[in-house]
């Protein structure tokens, strides 16, 4: 496996990015690609600013001009495009508020733990997304009835052997009016990291179909088996024991997500007194019509206020006035929908570990004064770098990737064998001195 001139060419080019405007307390799980998480104050928000909006990657971020930018409508269509953003602007404006949730967000927070981004509270956010509805596009092309999916393909690159991120999209969901083609969030032109020019409005779904930079559409009469579809994204379709592996035919492509609530304040301390708990909660087309909170880890519950004007696919605010003494207590927020859908104590496992929306423990204390933050340790390492880590690892992206992960030597040897698939040059004589390394520091 070689690295291309193109590939390297466009490690550089991304290098070549600004850096984007964002919040000091945004969490860097991986500067590059770019993986940035939101901090739980960020759910204080109802609409989510640009600069606290969660960050996602899988390879280097394209940069995109305009005006050379084109979007082509082709396969199973009777006339196939080629659109200009300003031909995409002359058909009728829309406009819709909607969560964007990653099916990973939560990873972090699974036992036992898998592979993958260790996102836990904040890869999702909520913006208002402008642009035209995609079932106005595939009119003008007209889709011929065999078509069955919208293969949609991107402006970005893989790097080396990796797969392409070509993900599909059912025509019924292409054609639900409020799937949508973006190119403003939050009324200001959609930046580099969120899809620039154009990317995909999903609705109630999960972001691994909201594809950006979008550059192709193509309609097909047969299921797409690129890896993004066939492989990644699926979870089960019936309960597995955590833990248990789960056989590929009993896998389904993640769509809706899940109902689901984030406490924003008080935060670790407050004082003695009426404390406003706060929060946002969201769901999938089946909107939030209930909060609860809990102070008691869960034991018992009160019901919450819902305190902004519901939008269809959005967050919902909502606070709760609790009467707090001084001492130790868990906090827990647990949102349900208008299907009945409830928020679990315990997360519905899946090995890729997608779509927890179990409620979470917030420990707070409650005191006049507040408490001394708890001593940092520090790791001393005494065990050197084996042959071979930095020249194979460190060539795509550095070491956050490994560092976040808390996997077993079993574990281990999987994610190696993934990434030397994709074009890690790693020797066959290094691969036990790097296994050992990487599971005695980055363990369970
Ligand atoms: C060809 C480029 C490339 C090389 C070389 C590479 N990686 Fe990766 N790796 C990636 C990309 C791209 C991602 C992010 C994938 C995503 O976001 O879905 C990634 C993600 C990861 C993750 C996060 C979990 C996951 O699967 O997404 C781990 C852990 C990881 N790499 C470890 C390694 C180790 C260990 C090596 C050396 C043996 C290595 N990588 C070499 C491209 C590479």
Redesign the pocket.
């Known amino acids: 496996m070689s690295?291309t001139r193109r590939s390297l060419l466009l490690t550089g080019a991304a290098a070549l990015l600004a850096p984007g405007d964002y919040a000091a307390d945004m969490i860097t799980l991986?500067p590059s690609?770019k993986?940035l998480e939101m901090p739980v104050e960020g759910f204080i928000d109802e609409i989510t600013p640009v600069e606290h909006f969660f960050v996602?990657?899988?390879?280097m971020i394209p940069e995109v001009k305009l005006p050379s930018w084109k979007l082509e409508v082709a396969g199973l269509v009777g006339s196939p495009l080629t659109l200009t953003l300003d031909d995409l602007k002359k058909l009728p404006r829309a406009e819709l508020v909607s969560v964007l949730e990653c099916a990973g967000n939560g990873r972090g927070l699974y036992q036992p733990h898998m592979?993958?981004?260790q996102w836990r509270f904040g890869s999702v956010g909520n913006a208002r997304w402008t642009g035209v509805r995609l079932k106005d596009v595939l009119a003008k092309a007209s889709v011929k009835p065999t078509a069955t999916q919208v293969l949609m393909s991107g402006a970005d690159d893989p790097?080396?052997?990796?797969p392409k991120f070509q993900r599909t999209l059912e025509v019924a969901k292409a054609m639900h009016p409020d799937t949508l083609l973006a190119w403003e969030m939050n009324g200001q032109p959609l930046t580099p990291e969120h899809g620039f020019p154009l990317r995909l409005i999903a609705p109630g779904w999960a972001s691994d179909s909201w594809v950006k930079w979008l550059t192709r559409l193509e309609l097909l009469d047969h299921d797409f088996d690129g890896f993004w579809m066939k492989t990644?994204y699926r979870h089960p379709n019936k309960h597995i024991a955590p833990g248990a592996s789960v056989d590929a035919k009993d896998l389904v492509p993640v769509t809706d997500l899940n109902v689901k609530s984030v406490i924003a304040h008080p935060g670790e301390w407050a004082l003695p007194g009426v404390v406003t708990v706060q929060g946002v909660a969201w769901s999938n087309a089946s909107p939030v019509t209930k909060v609860d909170v809990s102070a008691d880890g869960g034991k018992t519950w009160s019901t919450a206020k819902l305190t902004s004007t519901p939008t269809k696919y959005g967050f919902r605010k909502w606070s709760f006035a609790w009467k707090a003494a001084a001492g130790q207590y868990t906090l827990m927020s647990r949102a349900a929908n208008a299907a009945g859908q409830v928020q679990p104590m315990e997360p519905e496992w899946n090995p890729s570990g997608y779509l927890n929306n179990a409620t979470q423990p917030m420990p707070v204390v409650i005191s006049a004064t507040k408490p001394a933050p708890a001593a940092v340790a520090v790791a001393t390492d005494t065990q050197p770098e084996p042959d071979g880590?930095k020249t194979?690892?460190f060539?795509?992206?550095d070491d956050h990737?490994?560092q976040q992960?808390h996997l077993t030597r079993a574990q281990?040897d999987k994610?190696?064998t993934?990434?030397?698939g994709?074009?890690?040059?790693?020797k066959d004589e290094q691969r036990n001195g790097?296994l050992d390394y990487?599971a005695g520091h980055y363990k369970p």
Not at 56 to 59: A, G, I, L, V
Not at 159 to 162: E, F, H
Request: proline share 5%.
């Open positions: 690295f991986s690609p993986d996602r990657s899988h390879t592979a993958g981004a790097l080396a052997a990796m990644a880590y194979a690892c060539i795509c992206h990737m490994m992960q281990w994610e190696v993934k990434m030397t994709w074009g890690a040059p790693l790097l990487l």
